[in-house]
């Protein structure tokens, strides 16, 4: 457990100049601990893999190996982004799984919060491992463990563990995030020259959109939540609301209600908007959205998302709701 810990001198990386620092630092030790092979990675896109990603390929190049599944329950423009950044802008190694089919499938018909995230787990496992198997000479699996995961301090689980892999699997783990604090990982983020949109983003459950499609799951309500959940962020961010809420996103039930639509009777689902603010998501307060925005958020949404006729803002804080619906 000893190394563990972060060191008691450790600085906290509150500047571009102390990422620098920690930036050459880490570069020689991963360098050091790597040599001359191979080095996995489980790249979700969300900041701490990307920042693991980042790292290494500055300081082992093409010898990182960035694995990223799209399991078709990312948020709109994700996977995309991911692979403009990475493989375009930083000419990464990466290989991109369109695993959506393979995942939906799976879900079809799984209605239990729980069940998903099992099922959504295992075969996320299941992927990784099956690319993995393709490679040769895979020596190292890099994951981008926070010291908050290490420290289990509350019920925010970001990293993306694969240590769900069988036992002819087991690589050697690159963790150079293990110490910092999640501040400290977009501070080096912004330092390795991410986009803000990757560094500051709000945290977003590795059950992405799976645990906001209430129910069992089906590709038009997965759609709907999708699309919804893009308009919401556009208005905020539009509106000066990204960066200062802390969590927003919209969820969309398994049941329909009666409207109406060019003069003519709907049977649609609602869209349900959550914006809250907390500091370590064990409570939550709601974010007091002025009125006149949701009144604009609810005009897009039922205008531009098919298959939704009402949206509802869910006023209450945690407890007694828990931030996600599922
Ligand atoms: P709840 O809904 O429990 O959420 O109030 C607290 C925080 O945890 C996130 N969350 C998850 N993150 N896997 C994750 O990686 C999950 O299964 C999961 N469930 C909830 C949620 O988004 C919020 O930030």
């Known amino acids: ?13 509150t500047t571009p100049e102390l990422a620098e620092a920690f930036i050459a630092e880490q570069t020689k ?12 990675l489980a790249l979700s896109g969300g900041v701490d893999s990307s920042v693991v990603a980042a790292l290494l390929i500055k ?19 994700e996977p995309e982004q991911v692979v403009r950044v990475f493989r375009d802008e930083m000419d990464a190694n990466l290989i991109y799984v369109d695993a959506v089919d393979r995942f939906l499938d799976k879900l079809a018909g799984v209605a239990e919060p729980e069940q998903k995230r099992k099922v959504i787990g295992a075969e ?14 895979i020596e190292f699996l890099a994951q981008g463990t926070i ?36 501040d400290e990982v977009r501070v080096v983020g912004k330092a390795l020259g991410l986009p803000d949109g990757m560094v500051f983003r709000q945290p977003f459950p590795g059950p992405g959109l799976g645990v906001r499609c209430l129910g069992a799951i089906t ?17 905020f ?23 109406v639509k060019d003069g003519k009777r709907s049977f649609d689902w609602p869209v349900i908007i959550r914006a809250v603010n907390t500091r ?16 604009k958020i609810t005009a897009r949404i039922t205008a531009e998302v098919a298959g939704v006729n009402r949206v509802l803002y869910d006023l209450t804080p945690k407890p007694t709701g828990t931030i996600e619906w599922e």
């Open 29 to 40: 030790a991963l360098q050091a601990q790597i040599g001359d092979k191979k080095v996995l």
């Open 280 to 295: 370590d998501a064990m409570t939550a307060t709601v974010e007091d959205v002025p009125f006149a925005l949701l009144q």
């Open 237 to 259: 961010a539009n509106n000066g609301l990204e960066g200062k809420v802390w969590q927003y996103f919209t969820v969309v039930p398994d049941f329909k209600s009666t409207g």
């Open 1 to 13: 457990m000893e190394n563990n810990k972060r060191p008691e001198n450790m600085e906290r990386i």
């Open 59 to 77: 300081a082992v190049g093409k010898q990182l190996v960035c694995v990223h599944v799209n399991h078709g329950l990312l948020r709109k423009g």
């Open 219 to 235: 590709r038009d309500r997965l759609e709907a939540v999708r699309e919804s959940d893009a308009i919401l962020r556009e208005e």
């Open 124 to 137: 996320f496992i299941r992927v990784f491992e099956e690319e993995a198997r393709k490679l040769e000479g």
């Open 147 to 182: 010291y908050p995961d290490i420290l289990e301090s509350g019920p925010v689980k970001a990293h993306h563990n694969v240590g769900g892999l069988p036992e002819d699997m087991q690589f050697e783990l690159v963790e150079p995030l293990k110490f910092l604090f999640k």
